[in-house]
């Protein structure tokens, strides 16, 4: 069965430092997609940034980049030069076999810090 | 604004009562989804349409909740005699005809219904 698994329930950093916020996933299908989303105290899901199982290189949108290593079944989030804007739910989420829906994990709350 | 749309933002009802919400996706786009969010967890999916087509369910659509998608536009979410445990988030979302592969699915604000 798919899962996601986010292990760390809040994180805190220093507003202009980075921040890695992990993801470990679980698929028997060799091909599948991953998705990180951000969660505001407005409710409304923002996707930041996507990462296929073909793709060679680890995706990369503006400040957020996606650390994939896929042997260790990992699609970790880095956020570059956090702002105070940054503070929210992120979560990870995969594509389930078939590609009709989306699996998230728990999700992670980032508080960033003056 | 072109966005996804859900109407009500908010819905306090009493247990037993039957409720309904709107979600009017992205006007291109043909897939539509219903997700549950309850506090401290992530979405969890509840049923998708392709245009008017209901192609999945979820186990945790119970015979009490209902979609439709009568013209493959908006789509509605029933409740019926709703229960304590119906309190939660319910997102839309929608995504284009190129599906996961070309695009991410564009959620909406949300409902956030309280059951009393």
């Known amino acids: 069965a798919q899962k996601i698994t986010q292990t760390q329930p809040g994180m805190f950093v220093q507003e202009k430092e980075a921040v890695t916020l992990d993801c470990t996933y679980d698929?028997?299908?060799?091909?599948?997609?991953l998705f990180w989303y951000k969660q505001p105290s407005s409710g409304e899901m923002i996707f930041l940034i996507y990462?296929?199982?073909?793709?060679?290189q680890n995706a990369t949108e503006g400040r957020y980049s996606l650390n994939f290593q896929k042997a260790r079944k990992s699609a970790n989030l880095v956020i570059s030069a956090s702002q105070l804007g940054d503070s929210a739910m992120y979560f990870c989420?995969?594509?389930?076999?078939?590609?009709?829906?989306?699996?998230f994990g728990a999700g992670t709350r980032l508080a960033v810090h003056p | 604004d072109t966005g996804v749309s859900q109407d009500p933002r908010h819905k306090i009802t009493k247990r037993g009562q039957n409720v309904t919400f709107r979600c009017d996706p992205i006007?291109?786009?043909?897939?539509l989804y219903w997700y549950r969010q309850t506090l401290g967890q992530g979405p969890e999916f509840l049923t998708y349409f392709q245009n008017e087509a209901q192609l999945e369910k979820s186990r945790l659509l119970s015979d009490r909740f209902s979609a439709e998608r009568p013209k493959g536009s908006f789509s509605t979410l029933e409740i019926q005699r709703t229960e304590q445990g119906d309190s939660a988030m319910y997102l839309c979302?929608?995504?284009?005809?190129?599906?996961?592969?070309?695009?991410?699915?564009?959620f909406g604000p949300g409902t956030r219904l309280t059951v009393t």
């Open positions: 989420a995969m594509l389930s076999g078939g590609y009709n829906k989306l699996i």
């Open positions: 006007s291109e786009h043909n897939r």
């Open positions: 979302a929608s995504l284009g005809q190129g599906g996961h592969h070309q695009s991410e699915e564009y």
């Open positions: 698929t028997s299908d060799p091909s599948y997609g």
């Open positions: 990462q296929g199982s073909y793709d060679q």
